[in-house]
């Protein structure tokens, strides 16, 4: 854990191999290795030292301007956590990283952007996420003795911080201009068991967060019950037509030709907001949704007790480790907002062997306690 003085921030990360360091301007800082359930405590390193502190997980970069974008939504006294945007800095592996990358863009650029316009982002992301010390010394006993049916709760703790933030009365806001590019699986199995794992951390907030939606304004109301009856509606969609299939031998066209529709149409609409036509390939993530991830997610509602983490491999086939790497994609062509690209500057992940003389000398304070 790193203390940057200069900017009154302390920057965390969560890394479960080896330590890594990185750099952020003139300044570098370092991060120790820690554990799934020591994930959720390491915010209280940090709330007795500084104003703010920054959440960075341990495969994501972050662009150089991160920090300089996310201060001034910290400034405003009522904000207790802003998000960055985030992309698949290994976008370009498969098809399923594209998928995954335009889907984050979506979740970014319209949800939570959306919600940021009413004040309540409702979930800020783990990978980039600047919280206010004041706030998080008023949760920590909530924020770690997480427990669900008796039994710990040691994922979806970004979502469960967000909602406690909200639930104390701050604000949560949403900079599309603070960019974070971090490593997505590259497979569907690994994929698979994320989704499961985020669907029982949604399902489980989500009863939290309803006692906040009528001091909420009524869009987020409508947000977060069209996100959690939009699956059962089309679950409910696809159980009649191939009910109808099975009964009358008949193709039950007018579902289909719905759930086309609508697909076309939202990815069309996105296309000419983004001005990238490779959202037009997103249509392709309506099969998954059907035929992997609603099952995924009733499985999750079956299975809210189970705190498994079910593995948190990565991407690029297992072989990819933090430092081996002197470089990675830049994230920013094509990935972020039509405002962003090709002004950002291009994000560069440090070889700690190669830079360590660097690193070394250059005047930040360093702590791996």
């Known amino acids: 854990m790193w203390l940057m003085t200069a900017l009154e921030i302390t920057t965390l990360c969560d890394l479960y191999t080896t330590p890594t360091r990185a750099t952020l301007g003139s300044i570098s800082f370092c991060f120790p290795r820690t554990s799934e359930s020591a994930k959720r405590r390491s915010p209280r390193y940090a709330a007795h030292l500084e104003i703010w502190f920054l959440n960075v997980d341990s495969d994501t970069t972050i662009a150089p301007d991160v920090i300089t974008k996310l201060v001034p939504k910290m400034q405003d006294p009522t904000v207790g956590a802003a998000m960055g945007q985030l992309t698949a800095s290994n976008r370009l592996d498969t098809w399923l990283t594209r998928l995954i990358d335009m889907e984050y863009w979506l979740a970014c650029n319209e949800e939570r952007a959306a919600q940021a316009r009413f004040g309540a982002v409702m979930c800020c992301c783990g990978p980039c996420a600047m919280y206010r010390r004041s706030a998080l010394l008023l949760l920590l006993d909530q924020y770690e003795s997480q427990f669900f049916r008796g039994k710990p709760s040691d994922f979806g703790e970004d979502r469960h911080l967000t909602i406690l933030m909200l639930k104390a009365g701050f604000r949560t806001e949403y900079v599309s201009g603070a960019i974070a590019a971090t490593v997505v699986p590259n497979r569907l199995g690994p994929y698979l068991r994320q989704q499961l794992r985020w669907a029982r951390s949604t399902f489980r907030d989500t009863l939290l967060g309803l006692r906040l939606l009528p001091g909420l304004d009524r869009y987020l109301t409508l947000d977060v019950v069209g996100q959690n009856l939009g699956p059962l509606l089309l679950a409910l969609s696809v159980l009649t037509a191939l009910a109808q299939l099975a009964l009358t031998a008949t193709v039950p066209w007018w579902v289909g030709l719905m759930i086309v529709s609508m697909t076309l149409i939202r990815c069309s609409v996105v296309a000419l907001r983004s001005r990238q036509l490779r959202f037009l390939g997103f249509s392709l993530h309506t099969f998954i949704n059907i ?71 250059s005047g930040s304070i360093c702590s791996d306690k």
């Not at 297992?318 to 094509?334: H, M, R, Y």
């Open 291 to 361: 035929l992997l991830l609603l099952p995924v997610k009733a499985y999750a509602l079956c299975t809210l007790s189970n705190s498994d983490w079910l593995s948190r491999g990565s991407a690029a086939d297992g072989s990819k480790k933090l430092g081996e790497q002197a470089s990675i994609q830049t994230p920013f062509a094509g990935s972020s907002t039509t405002e962003f690209s090709g002004h950002a500057p291009p994000l560069r992940r440090l070889n700690p062997a190669r830079d360590s003389s660097r690193l070394m000398t």
